[in-house]
């Protein structure tokens, strides 16, 4: 089965841009995460889905980030406008089950200039 | 506040030399803790799942132990290959968010010839 699918794998784009990444999880997964990762602070969870609803977005920085899932087998994290400190590796991973091991892709390398 | 403080940071050994990392936890109400490789580059793979009730769980040379009265877990790696270079993330899951999960710093682990 293939795993977990981000593209694009990386995006150099400008300030104020608007930004979209997109996740295709693994067939059969209920649950579905975004993650932000950097040298200072690590893997941050930013948004979890469960049958593709949204259930918890405490963690995304600000109104400039939104997510949707519109079916099971799709996901986006879209941020409008960038800013340079939002620059980071941002994974998708799914899960069957919330606390079970999540099945990460390999990022998106994202970097605003 | 739920934290999951690993040690060392970082960490060099030979190849076929053993090695043991550290978690400590403070993450309550538990629910398990996994622990996770991550290679350069690429996204986290889960290496071993524990529950409260499981003191061991193997998979090939990884081992991950877990102590839930002192809120302590190990993962202890077995005659080390370069491939083993990596970074090891530890990870703890509440027993209130299914989703939701604390991650440690991780360790970087570098084996040399």
């Known amino acids: 089965d293939a795993g977990v699918i981000q593209s694009p794998r990386h995006e150099v784009t400008e300030m104020g841009q608007e930004v979209t990444l997109r996740c295709k999880p693994i067939?059969?997964?209920?649950?579905l995460f975004w993650y932000r990762q950097t040298m200072m602070r690590g893997l941050e969870l930013l948004i979890y889905?469960?049958?593709?609803?949204?259930?918890?977005d405490s963690g995304m920085p600000e109104d400039r980030f939104s997510a949707k899932m519109p079916n099971a087998s799709f996901s986006t994290l879209k941020i409008q406008p960038s800013e340079p400190r939002d620059s980071a590796v941002y994974f998708c991973?799914?899960?069957?089950?919330?606390?079970?091991?999540?099945?990460f892709g390999d990022g998106t390398r994202l970097s605003i200039l | 506040k739920n934290q999951v403080e690993q040690s060392p940071q970082s960490l060099i050994i030979l190849e076929g030399k053993n090695c043991t990392l550290q978690c400590n936890y403070t993450v309550s109400p538990f629910s398990n803790l996994r622990w996770y490789k991550q290679d350069t580059g690429r996204g986290p793979v889960s290496l071993t799942i524990?529950?409260?009730?499981?003191n061991t769980k193997s998979n090939g040379r990884y081992t991950a132990t877990l102590d839930a009265d002192t809120k302590q877990s190990s993962l202890h790696i077995t005659a080390s290959q370069l491939s083993d270079s990596a970074s090891y993330i530890c990870v703890v899951s509440l027993n209130t968010n299914a989703g939701k999960s604390t991650f440690g710093d991780g360790t970087t682990l570098t084996v040399k010839p």
């Open positions: 991973a799914s899960s069957l089950g919330g606390r079970q091991p999540q099945h």
């Open positions: 889905f469960n049958n593709n609803v949204p259930i918890d």
């Open positions: 067939s059969g997964h209920d649950y």
């Open positions: 524990m529950t409260f009730s499981e």
